[in-house]
């Protein structure tokens, strides 16, 4: 019975130390990311120029090989700042309903509302006071990174609470 027991909890510490170990380095992640995001809010602005616009279609295979397909749109842009110009790329990815097979209506309107939330972001652009050659675009919602720092930090204390457990009986 007693080899049972120490099976039981060395099967136990094989399964919520990865647990622990990678709730604990997507919480580190996650919170670098909002500091990030913090620091970045208090950058000046500058005007930027597009240049161009383009859409990119990708495709590549996921899960069991099936290929997907999704589209870009990609803008280039350039910015002055203390009489040096310079330029940049970004790349927002177009929600198309439908998947990788959506109706052409579909896939164009996604495309148009994908091209009009690049242009609303591109009348001034955060610049990195320490790097101008740097821009920054904060792509993921606030909340959402403060529920994925939460959630990361919920499985770390459930996974130290069972390890504590196995360690204390």
Known sequence: MQTMDGLFRFSLLLLFVPVLLGAVLGALVTWLGIRRRTAIRSWPSVEANILSGEVEENEHRGWYFVKTR?????????????????????????????????????????????RQRLLDRLVTVPLNPDDPSETAWPEENPGRAWLRLTLFALAALESLAVLAAIFSS
């Open 70 to 114: 999704t589209w870009d749109f990609v803008i280039e842009y350039e910015y002055a700042h203390a009489g040096r110009t310079y330029r940049s790329k970004v790349r927002l990815l177009a929600d198309v309903p439908g998947g990788s097979h959506p109706e052409p209506q579909a896939l164009e309107d996604a495309l148009a509302r994908a």
